[in-house]
Nanobody, 124 residues
Framework: QPQLVESGGDLVQPGGSLRLSCAASGFALDTHAVAWFRQAPGKAREFVAGVNYNSGTILLGDAVKGRFSISRDNNKKMAHLQMNSLKTDDTATYYC?????????????????WGQGTLVTVSE
């Protein structure tokens, strides 16, 4: 059964860094694009970053360009989101998603599998 499990969410001060991880099981991650979305309280879910199946294409949301990066390790069936220079506006639940595709898309309705989310809180 396909499953994505996120980890690494925590409370961090503004300006700090955090690394989120996404562990995949039950399907062939190396044929799927992977993305991170986030949802803050009272707001719609938004695309944060995505990487295609072979890391040849990476997309970043405008709000995180220059601060966040996404990577994947197909051998370990893992994906990561490195978050630097965190701001209070980055506070949200972060979700990992996978899509059977060679390309990255930013619409949340297109993604096949979702994790349960991990909470990131940026606060003093």
């Amino acid at each position: 059964q396909p499953q994505l499990v996120e980890s690494g969410g925590d409370l961090v001060q503004p300006g700090g860094s955090l690394r989120l991880s996404c562990a995949a099981s039950g399907f062939a991650l190396d044929t799927h694009a992977v993305a991170w979305f986030r949802q803050a309280p009272g707001k719609a879910r938004e695309f944060v970053a995505g990487v295609n199946y072979n890391s040849g294409t990476i997309l970043l949301g405008d709000a995180v360009k220059g601060r966040f990066s996404i990577s994947r390790d197909n051998n370990k069936k893992m994906a990561h989101l490195q978050m630097n220079s965190l701001k209070t506006d980055d506070t949200a639940t972060y979700y990992c998603a996978a899509l059977l595709s060679t390309v990255v898309v930013t619409g949340e309705e297109d993604w096949d599998y979702w994790g349960q989310g991990t909470l990131v809180t940026v606060s003093e």
